[in-house]
Protein backbone atom coordinates (compact mmCIF):
# COMPACT_ATOMS: atom_id res chain seq x y z
CA UNK A 1 0.00 0.00 0.00
CA UNK A 2 1.27 3.81 -0.99
CA UNK A 3 1.61 6.50 0.70
CA UNK A 4 -2.01 8.80 1.71
CA UNK A 5 -2.83 11.00 -1.21
CA UNK A 6 -3.76 15.01 -0.51
CA UNK A 7 -7.31 15.29 -1.63
CA UNK A 8 -6.51 17.62 -4.35
CA UNK A 9 -4.27 15.51 -6.07
CA UNK A 10 -7.19 12.38 -5.48
CA UNK A 11 -9.39 14.92 -7.51
CA UNK A 12 -7.01 15.54 -10.31
CA UNK A 13 -6.85 12.13 -11.30
CA UNK A 14 -9.19 10.94 -14.10
CA UNK A 15 -10.76 8.57 -11.89
CA UNK A 16 -12.17 11.11 -9.25
CA UNK A 17 -15.50 11.88 -11.90
CA UNK A 18 -16.19 8.33 -12.98
CA UNK A 19 -16.43 7.29 -9.21
CA UNK A 20 -18.11 10.56 -8.25
CA UNK A 21 -20.57 10.07 -10.54
CA UNK A 22 -21.05 6.52 -9.78
CA UNK A 23 -21.64 7.22 -6.23
CA UNK A 24 -24.76 9.26 -6.99
CA UNK A 25 -25.76 6.89 -9.59
CA UNK A 26 -28.74 5.09 -7.96
CA UNK A 27 -29.00 2.61 -10.95
CA UNK A 28 -25.34 1.34 -10.56
CA UNK A 29 -24.41 -0.91 -8.20
CA UNK A 30 -20.56 -1.89 -9.85
CA UNK A 31 -18.10 0.19 -11.57
CA UNK A 32 -15.17 -1.34 -13.25
CA UNK A 33 -12.05 -0.24 -14.16
CA UNK A 34 -10.94 -3.05 -16.57
CA UNK A 35 -6.84 -4.28 -16.37
CA UNK A 36 -5.37 -1.10 -18.13
CA UNK A 37 -5.01 0.63 -14.57
CA UNK A 38 -1.64 0.46 -12.62
CA UNK A 39 -0.72 -0.51 -9.59
CA UNK A 40 -0.73 3.26 -8.65
CA UNK A 41 -3.73 3.67 -10.34
CA UNK A 42 -5.32 1.26 -8.08
CA UNK A 43 -4.28 2.76 -5.10
CA UNK A 44 -5.38 6.43 -6.12
CA UNK A 45 -8.92 4.60 -6.65
CA UNK A 46 -8.65 2.55 -3.16
CA UNK A 47 -8.50 5.73 -1.70
CA UNK A 48 -10.88 7.75 -3.66
CA UNK A 49 -13.08 4.88 -2.70
CA UNK A 50 -12.56 5.21 1.28
CA UNK A 51 -13.26 8.82 0.70
CA UNK A 52 -16.34 8.69 -0.94
CA UNK A 53 -17.74 5.49 1.49
CA UNK A 54 -17.67 2.86 -1.77
CA UNK A 55 -16.60 -0.42 -1.60
CA UNK A 56 -13.94 -2.15 -3.53
CA UNK A 57 -12.93 -5.66 -4.82
CA UNK A 58 -9.52 -6.22 -6.75
CA UNK A 59 -9.19 -9.00 -8.83
CA UNK A 60 -6.74 -11.01 -10.51
CA UNK A 61 -3.11 -11.26 -10.68
CA UNK A 62 -0.28 -9.85 -12.56
CA UNK A 63 -0.83 -7.80 -15.61
CA UNK A 64 -4.43 -9.14 -15.05
CA UNK A 65 -5.48 -7.19 -11.80
CA UNK A 66 -8.57 -5.39 -11.61
CA UNK A 67 -10.02 -3.38 -9.57
CA UNK A 68 -13.71 -2.45 -9.00
CA UNK A 69 -15.58 -0.36 -7.33
CA UNK A 70 -18.89 -1.38 -5.24
CA UNK A 71 -21.79 -0.30 -3.27
CA UNK A 72 -22.02 -3.24 -0.99
CA UNK A 73 -24.46 -1.62 1.33
CA UNK A 74 -27.08 -1.47 -1.25
CA UNK A 75 -26.52 -5.27 -2.09
CA UNK A 76 -26.95 -6.35 1.19
CA UNK A 77 -29.88 -4.27 1.81
CA UNK A 78 -31.36 -5.84 -1.92
CA UNK A 79 -30.69 -9.24 -0.72
CA UNK A 80 -32.41 -8.76 2.55
CA UNK A 81 -35.34 -7.34 1.26
CA UNK A 82 -35.64 -10.19 -1.11
CA UNK A 83 -35.26 -12.45 2.65
CA UNK A 84 -37.85 -10.10 4.32
CA UNK A 85 -40.42 -10.79 1.38
CA UNK A 86 -40.60 -14.29 1.84
CA UNK A 87 -41.02 -14.40 5.06
CA UNK A 88 -43.64 -11.38 5.32
CA UNK A 89 -47.36 -11.42 4.44
CA UNK A 90 -48.52 -11.50 0.91
CA UNK A 91 -50.04 -8.21 0.80
CA UNK A 92 -46.33 -6.52 2.59
CA UNK A 93 -44.48 -8.33 0.40
CA UNK A 94 -47.27 -6.81 -2.57
CA UNK A 95 -47.13 -3.96 -1.85
CA UNK A 96 -43.44 -3.33 -1.15
CA UNK A 97 -42.76 -4.47 -5.08
CA UNK A 98 -45.74 -2.59 -6.18
CA UNK A 99 -43.54 0.12 -4.52
CA UNK A 100 -40.56 -0.68 -6.67
CA UNK A 101 -42.53 -0.59 -9.45
CA UNK A 102 -44.02 2.50 -8.82
CA UNK A 103 -40.76 4.51 -8.07
CA UNK A 104 -37.65 2.53 -10.02
CA UNK A 105 -35.44 5.83 -9.59
CA UNK A 106 -35.69 5.28 -6.29
CA UNK A 107 -35.43 1.74 -5.61
CA UNK A 108 -32.21 1.51 -3.37
CA UNK A 109 -34.09 4.59 -1.29
CA UNK A 110 -37.56 2.56 -0.88
CA UNK A 111 -35.75 -0.60 -0.36
CA UNK A 112 -33.54 0.73 2.53
CA UNK A 113 -36.38 1.89 3.97
CA UNK A 114 -38.47 -1.58 4.03
CA UNK A 115 -35.46 -2.94 5.72
CA UNK A 116 -35.34 -0.39 8.33
CA UNK A 117 -39.00 -0.08 8.98
CA UNK A 118 -40.07 -3.58 8.26
CA UNK A 119 -37.20 -5.52 9.25
CA UNK A 120 -36.23 -3.42 12.24
CA UNK A 121 -32.71 -3.39 10.65
CA UNK A 122 -30.24 -0.42 10.09
CA UNK A 123 -30.09 0.63 6.87
CA UNK A 124 -26.42 1.99 6.02
CA UNK A 125 -27.40 3.58 3.01
CA UNK A 126 -29.56 6.19 4.44
CA UNK A 127 -26.90 7.00 6.51
CA UNK A 128 -26.24 7.85 10.04
CA UNK A 129 -29.00 9.56 12.43
CA UNK A 130 -26.68 12.46 13.85
CA UNK A 131 -28.82 14.73 16.09
CA UNK A 132 -31.79 12.82 16.28
CA UNK A 133 -33.12 12.10 19.82
CA UNK A 134 -35.69 9.63 20.94
CA UNK A 135 -39.08 10.26 21.15
CA UNK A 136 -39.17 10.04 24.80
CA UNK A 137 -36.33 13.08 25.61
CA UNK A 138 -37.91 15.20 22.93
CA UNK A 139 -41.71 15.68 24.39
CA UNK A 140 -40.83 14.94 28.01
CA UNK A 141 -37.54 16.40 28.64
CA UNK A 142 -36.12 15.07 32.00
CA UNK A 143 -39.69 14.02 33.36
CA UNK A 144 -39.67 11.01 34.99
CA UNK A 145 -40.79 7.50 33.27
CA UNK A 146 -43.66 6.42 34.90
CA UNK A 147 -43.88 2.92 36.57
CA UNK A 148 -45.90 0.35 35.88
CA UNK A 149 -47.83 -2.42 38.44
CA UNK A 150 -45.76 -5.50 37.57
CA UNK A 151 -41.96 -3.40 37.54
CA UNK A 152 -43.12 -1.67 41.44
CA UNK A 153 -43.84 -5.28 42.49
CA UNK A 154 -40.74 -7.28 41.53
CA UNK A 155 -38.24 -4.47 42.86
CA UNK A 156 -37.55 -6.56 45.58
CA UNK A 157 -36.77 -9.19 43.79
CA UNK A 158 -34.57 -7.38 41.55
CA UNK A 159 -32.24 -6.17 43.92
CA UNK A 160 -32.22 -9.54 45.92
CA UNK A 161 -30.35 -11.10 42.92
CA UNK A 162 -28.49 -8.20 42.53
CA UNK A 163 -27.35 -8.34 45.73
CA UNK A 164 -26.64 -12.25 45.56
CA UNK A 165 -24.67 -11.90 42.55
CA UNK A 166 -21.33 -10.66 43.95
CA UNK A 167 -19.17 -12.79 46.37
CA UNK A 168 -17.13 -10.91 49.17
CA UNK A 169 -13.35 -12.09 48.53
CA UNK A 170 -11.36 -12.18 51.49
CA UNK A 171 -8.03 -10.39 51.60
CA UNK A 172 -6.10 -13.48 50.90
CA UNK A 173 -8.09 -14.31 47.77
CA UNK A 174 -10.45 -16.92 49.92
CA UNK A 175 -13.99 -16.64 48.81
CA UNK A 176 -16.57 -15.77 51.49
CA UNK A 177 -15.86 -14.45 54.24
Same mark, same amino acid.
Given at each position: ?????????????????? %?????? *???????????????? $????? !????? /???????? =?????????? $?????? &? !??R???? @???????K??????????? &? &???? !?N??? =?????? /?????????G @?? /????? =? @??? @???? $???????? =??????? *???E %???? /????????????
Amino acid at each position: MAFQRTLSRLQGTPYWKP %LEEFSK *DESKLEHGFGTRVTSA $AREDI !RQICK /YMGLNFRC =AGNGSQKRIM $ALKLDL &L !RERARAE @ELCKDAPKHTSGYFKSVLR &L &LPEH !RNKVT =ALFVQH /YGGEKAWSLG @ED /YGKKP =A @EEQ @EGGD $AKRQRTEA =ASESDDE *DIEE %LLNR /YVAVGEDGSMGM
